[in-house]
Antibody, heavy 121, light 108 residues
Framework: EVQLVESGGGLVQPGGSLRLSCAAS????????MTWVRQAPGKGLEWVAN????????FYVDSVKGRFTISRDNAKNSLYLQMNSLRAEDTAVYYC??????????????WGQGTLVTVSS | EIVLTQSPGTLSLSPGERATLSCRAS???????LAWYQQKPGQAPRLLIY???SRATGIPDRFSGSGSGTDFTLTISRLEPEDFAVYYC?????????FGGGTKVEIK
């Protein structure tokens, strides 16, 4: 059974940093693109970033470029999101998600339960 | 960046009725790399449709997708009580892989 379990969320002050983790199991982690998607309270979904199987390609939404870094450790079956210079508008539930297939272009078929990040003083 | 606009924002219907949801892209979505997701309160999204018209594993056939280029539609042929939720479209052909703003299907 595919499982994605996020952790690392919490309350952080504006300008602070946080590192989210996603532990994957039930599939061969190293063969799939992985993605972070967020959802602000009461709002819609926002794609944040994704990373290729070997980490050689990464893409980000403009609003987080230069502040967030997506990474992965295939030996640990884990996905990460390092978030620096956090702003109030980064407050959201952050989901880890897996592509349907190993292809470069693929929708998201498995999602974690999400971890809440709150940026507030 | 491809901007996806969903309409209507809210759809008020009764169980058994047909729901038609629209997703319009600001530019052509390559190779119909368009997906639809369903999200219920407190839950993660669930993939319904990919490639504009292919149902994901386990999705009932009352859900269907159509369209190409810049105009896409999700149709629920007969609404079941469990279908009342928020629906999002997403293009996954070119980064950033944007979502639409969502359509809420509520009980009338």
């Amino acid at each position: 059974e595919v499982q994605l379990v996020e952790s690392g969320g919490g309350l952080v002050q504006p300008g602070g940093s946080l590192r989210l983790s996603c532990a994957a199991s039930g599939f061969t982690f190293s063969t799939y693109w992985m993605t972070w998607v967020r959802q602000a309270p009461g709002k819609g979904l926002e794609w944040v970033a994704n990373i290729k199987q070997d980490g050689s390609e990464k893409f980000y939404v403009d609003s987080v470029k230069g502040r967030f870094t997506i990474s992965r450790d295939n030996a640990k079956n884990s996905l990460y999101l390092q978030m620096n210079s956090l702003r109030a508008e980064d407050t959201a539930v952050y989901y880890c998600a897996r592509a349907v297939s190993g292809s470069t272009v693929s929708p998201l078929s498995y999602w974690g339960q999400g971890t809440l990040v709150t940026v507030s003083s | 960046e491809i901007v996806l606009t969903q309409s209507p924002g809210t759809l008020s219907l009764s169980p058994g009725e047909r729901a038609t949801l629209s997703c319009r892209a600001s530019q052509s979505v390559s190779s119909s790399y368009l997906a639809w997701y369903q999200q219920k309160p407190g839950q993660a999204p669930r993939l319904l449709i990919y490639g504009a018209s292919s149902r994901a594993t386990g999705i009932p056939d009352r859900f269907s997708g159509s369209g190409s280029g810049t105009d896409f539609t999700l149709t629920i042929s007969r609404l079941e009580p469990e279908d009342f939720a928020v629906y999002y479209c997403q293009q996954y052909g070119s980064p950033p892989l944007t979502f639409g703003g969502g359509t809420k299907v509520e009980i009338k």
